[in-house]
């Protein structure tokens, strides 16, 4: 019964968008039958496809580069408490620059090429993992670190055992909301300074006020990211918690 909850909610929003588009009777709120036929049409051609597959490239690799960098930092200011109070303002001020700005700035300097893309997508959620990965180190149990030590379990066997279970949630933490970040940054690195992906199409139809296709790509990555979330993350989750029941 828990699983059709979902679902409903789900329904109920598409009877509250069709009811609304009836209401207003307005191109600028297309109803689902619109979005949804456009949706498909972009499959059909292929154009959604190919630039929703560039789009996922560039948030692959920045997530990946993002979240491995983030976590070796994050990972060594919560051991280490001087490289912590020398890079703790580091990362606030980095936390506190809007991601525009970043993305401007590395376009400038570094010219419109997938090298500043992806550097203005990283240098924006790299922050945020390390400050998530910080706390994770800071709250290792120390009984379970000592109790490793006393039966000699070596350094590999206490990251394995010990270590990485206690981090783990902290890593899929960032990974849900890097991911959410990240694919919203990327749209509008797409949208400044590049000639494909989602973000570069989100921009023509918003010169052309086809709202319909709006929607209908904002769906489809929805839809994605949506399917990545149930697949992997919240799987992930439930197992880096397992040791926790």
């Known amino acids: 019964m828990s699983r059709l909850i979902p679902l409903a909610s789900l329904f109920m929003?598409?009877?509250?968008?069709?009811?609304?588009?009836?209401?207003?009777?307005?191109?600028?709120?297309p109803g689902p039958p619109e979005?949804?036929?456009?949706?498909?049409?972009?499959?059909?051609?292929?154009?959604?496809?190919?630039?929703l597959g560039i789009t996922l490239t560039r948030l692959g690799v920045s997530f990946i580069l993002a979240m491995s960098l983030g976590c070796?930092?994050?990972?060594?200011?919560?051991h280490h408490r001087s490289l912590d109070r020398w890079l703790d303002p580091?990362?606030?001020?980095?936390?506190?620059?809007?991601?525009?700005?970043?993305?401007?700035?590395?376009?400038?300097?570094?010219?419109?090429t997938e090298a500043a893309a992806i550097t203005a997508v990283v240098v924006?959620?790299?922050?945020?993992v390390a400050v998530t990965l910080r706390e994770g180190t800071r709250q290792l149990d120390?009984?379970?670190?000592?109790?490793?030590?006393?039966?000699?379990?070596?350094?590999?066997?206490?990251?394995?055992?010990?270590?990485?279970?206690?981090?783990?949630?902290?890593?899929?933490?960032?990974?849900?909301t890097?991911?959410?970040?990240i694919w919203k940054i990327i749209l509008v690195v797409e949208l400044l300074g590049r000639s494909n992906g989602m973000g570069y199409q989100l921009h023509l139809f918003f010169q052309l006020f086809d709202v319909a296709a709006i929607l209908a790509y904002t769906l489809a990555f929805v839809i994605v990211i949506q399917l990545f979330e149930w697949s992997v993350l919240q799987p992930l989750d439930h197992y880096a918690n397992r040791w926790r029941r």
């Open 35 to 51: 979005v949804f036929s456009e949706l498909f049409t972009a499959i059909r051609t292929g154009v959604l496809p190919y630039h």
């Open 178 to 181: 890097g991911l959410a970040l």
């Open 72 to 78: 070796i930092l994050g990972i060594l200011m919560g």
């Open 13 to 29: 929003l598409l009877v509250i968008w069709q009811a609304l588009a009836w209401w207003l009777h307005s191109p600028l709120l």
């Open 90 to 112: 580091w990362l606030t001020a980095f936390l506190n620059i809007p991601a525009l700005v970043t993305i401007i700035l590395c376009y400038v300097w570094f010219g419109l």
């Open 124 to 128: 924006n959620k790299l922050p945020n």
């Open 142 to 176: 120390k009984q379970l670190l000592e109790m490793a030590q006393v039966y000699r379990f070596g350094r590999w066997k206490t990251l394995r055992h010990v270590i990485w279970p206690q981090l783990t949630p902290f890593v899929v933490t960032a990974a849900r």
